[in-house]
């Protein structure tokens, strides 16, 4: 059974804080791993993707791999009223999609 | 910018009956999927598709499911008779290669009563 394992939170920070997001993984041999962003009641909006060891940096967003840990984050920076939503962790192994069940963040204004 | 789309919005149902869900995934992607969200849960994958047939499906997608691409811009999802625990939100997603980037339509929500 391969899982997917996310803190549900709720993680709440105040705005124009860092909001940091783990997600930790079972199986070694996946290789691709996407942050999306889910808000209540609409589909999963892709936010970010990353295939190899270390950070990858796209605007306010940090994703962060550590295969050898099994370990993927997501740091939000300056962290805005409209990031409140859900953060879904999904790792591919073969051609499947596994998603965590969520991180829910509210940021306060 | 392309979009997935889906239609129905949202779907009512009564159980046991048949349900045909669709979905036009972004014109140049070659690889389609189907999950299913049941509220308050975590996104399920269903079934991928590629080259005009499954590529791998998950242990939810029994014979009550098929999928087709019935022409060169729909991807259906069937469920021949409808079971009060199909209610949920359907989810198609398509990329253009394996494993890479994917892109979600904005959802079937079906009701089964």
């Known amino acids: 059974q391969k899982e997917v394992e996310q803190n549900s939170g709720p993680l709440s920070v105040p705005e124009g804080a860092i909001a940091s997001l783990n997600c930790t993984y079972s199986d070694r041999v996946s290789q691709s791993f996407f942050w999306y962003r889910q808000y209540s009641g609409k589909s999963p909006e892709l936010i970010m993707s990353i295939y190899s060891n270390g950070d990858k940096e796209d605007g306010r967003f940090t994703a962060q791999l550590n295969k050898a840990s099994q370990y993927v984050s997501l740091l939000i920076r300056d962290s805005q009223p409209s990031d409140s939503a859900t953060y879904l962790c999904?790792?591919?192994?073969?051609?499947?999609?596994?998603f965590g069940t969520g991180t829910s963040l509210t940021v306060i204004p | 910018e392309p979009e997935v789309t889906q239609t129905p919005s949202h779907q009512v149902t009564q159980m046991g009956q048949e349900v045909i869900l669709r979905c036009v995934p972004i014109?140049?992607?070659?690889?389609f999927y189907w999950y299913r969200q049941i509220l308050g849960q975590k996104v399920e994958f269903l079934v991928s598709f590629y080259n005009n047939e499954i590529s791998e499906k998950s242990e939810i997608f029994d014979d009550q499911f098929s999928v087709e691409r019935p022409d060169g811009s729909n991807f259906t999802l069937k469920i021949r008779s409808t079971k009060l625990e199909d209610s949920a939100m359907y989810f198609c997603?398509?990329?253009?290669?394996?494993?890479?980037?994917?892109?979600f339509g904005p959802g079937t929500r079906l009701t089964v009563t």
């Open positions: 997603a398509s990329n253009i290669v394996r494993v890479n980037e994917q892109y």
């Open positions: 999904a790792v591919v192994t073969g051609n499947q999609f596994y």
């Open positions: 014109s140049n992607h070659l690889y």
